[in-house]
């Protein structure tokens, strides 16, 4: 239990704050998850954003969402290489 005031609004600020991340990074990974599995155009497009968008929120950091956008670049052109 915080003592202080500072720290009872500190615990209350980061609550908010963790369910607000929460909701962003599990619609990322549902986006992310779901244009694994179709390599879809539009679902590929969908991720990037949800990634960019997590990003720019700082749930995910810019480097981190640069990585995840590329390696599900190349695992979708793997696919649609192999379906042809």
Do not use: E, F
């Amino acid at each position: 239990m915080a003592h202080s005031k500072q720290a009872q609004k500190r615990i209350r600020t980061n609550d908010k704050a963790r369910k607000a991340n929460k909701v962003v990074r599990s619609a990322m990974r549902s986006t992310v998850k779901k244009a694994g599995k179709t390599a879809a155009p539009a679902d590929q497009a969908r991720a990037q954003k949800a990634l960019d968008k997590a990003a720019k929120k700082g749930v995910l950091h810019k480097n981190a969402a640069a990585r995840k956008k590329s390696r599900l670049a190349k695992a979708l052109n793997k696919q649609r290489a192999s379906a042809k």
